[in-house]
């Protein structure tokens, strides 16, 4: 299965079980359609574009370290680390609410090579140049201080880190 179909087919498991944050970022509940069409103009087929173009830089026998800032509760990303199970993956979030999600999907996911640390995407916990990728996806609009948040975030990417982290962090902002 590709990437592709792959998210398609872990969205479309989520049904009408799904919150409503993510029936919205998921385009899987009525109330998640609605919003995606009335506020955002994306009907579903747009949806799995925008998702795919953005977790395509995340190559798919990734074995390096990743970090994902921020995490939200994992919809988005959970269904793509469960098959990379060589990489050494660290999702961060401000919000302990939301990574209990997360964390709970990693979980029934039976993701093993994972860490969920809380901290502020302004002041982050690691030295320079920790990580091979930084993924931040819908995270750039929420961030309060949006210079430090990319200051910090390229502070921990190594220098020669995935090249298309830049157009990463333009696209998701
Ligand atoms: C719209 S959600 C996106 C989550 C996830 N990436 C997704 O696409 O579903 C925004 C997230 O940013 C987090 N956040 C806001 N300010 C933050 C900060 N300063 N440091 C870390 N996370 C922050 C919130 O707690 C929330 O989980």
Known sequence: MNRKEQIKSAYKQLGGSASFYDGMMTYSTLPGKAVCRLVWNMDGKKNLEYLTRALSGVPEDFAGKLLEVPVGTGVLTMPVYKDLPDA?????????????????????AAIKNISFVQGDVGALPFEDESFDIVLSLNGFHAFPDKEAAYRETYRVLKKAGCPRWKAWAAFAA
């Open 88 to 108: 050494d993956i660290t999702c961060l979030d401000y919000s302990i609410d939301m990574m209990d999600v997360a964390k709970k999907r990693a979980e029934a």
